[in-house]
């Protein structure tokens, strides 16, 4: 049996999410595209770091643990909050949506540890979140992986998603993964699949239950 519980991070908790997040995003197949690769690790490093300076204070960043270790990172802006600085611009840029005009709650991601993978780590923390909310919730998806994972807890596609930002048809944004790839080879259960090749990012919503 699982033993992984979910809590609101702490500021004790930072230095460690941060490892986790930069560590699972560094493969992902949307930041590639907006960073060589020699540049991917330090932007990470600082926009995860504002994420988590931004949401932690407010109990908006949700760790998984396992047997007293952090093993999963949740980030959750809520309604009216984005993220911010530089990176934050750089990353709208290449978007779909530009994400402040989105109503409701944003997921911005979830990273989970090799030595939190196999167990319902990512589950675990978009349960303990959505449990209850009653408000819109929006993500974007990277990898065909991590659509399936949040079809499961009631997102879906977003419409008008046909033509993309850069003048190619994105409406099948997925990627196809290549012989035995799975998301749980590093984890990142949003995020990039390695082996995956890339061909665009997915819009989901969740919609509050009906009462």
Not at 182 to 192: I, P, Q, S, W
């Amino acid at each position: 049996m699982s033993g992984i519980t979910v809590r609101p991070l702490a500021g004790s908790d930072v230095a460690d999410a941060l490892e986790i997040l930069v560590d699972v995003f560094v493969a992902d197949p949307s930041w590639q595209r907006v960073f060589r690769s020699r540049r991917i690790r330090p932007a990470l490093m600082r926009y995860y770091r504002r994420c988590l300076q931004d949401l932690v204070p407010a109990g908006n960043a949700d760790g998984a643990w396992d047997a007293g270790r952090l093993v999963g990172v949740a980030l959750w802006y809520p309604p009216g909050q984005r993220p911010g600085g530089l990176i934050g611009r750089i990353t709208r840029l290449f978007s779909r949506r530009q994400r402040e005009h989105l109503r409701g709650w944003l997921l911005e991601g979830i990273a989970v540890a090799p030595d939190g993978r196999g167990q319902g780590t990512g589950g675990k923390l978009l349960t303990h979140r959505l449990a209850g909310c009653t408000d819109v919730v929006h993500l974007e998806a990277t990898t065909e992986a991590s659509a399936r994972l949040y079809a499961r807890f009631g997102f879906v596609a977003e419409p008008g998603q046909g033509e993309g930002d850069h003048g190619r048809d994105r409406g099948r944004d997925r990627v196809r993964e290549r012989g035995r790839d799975r998301v749980g080879d590093r984890g990142a259960e949003h995020g990039g699949v390695p082996g995956a090749e890339y061909t665009g990012d997915l819009w989901m919503t969740r919609l509050p239950a009906a009462p």
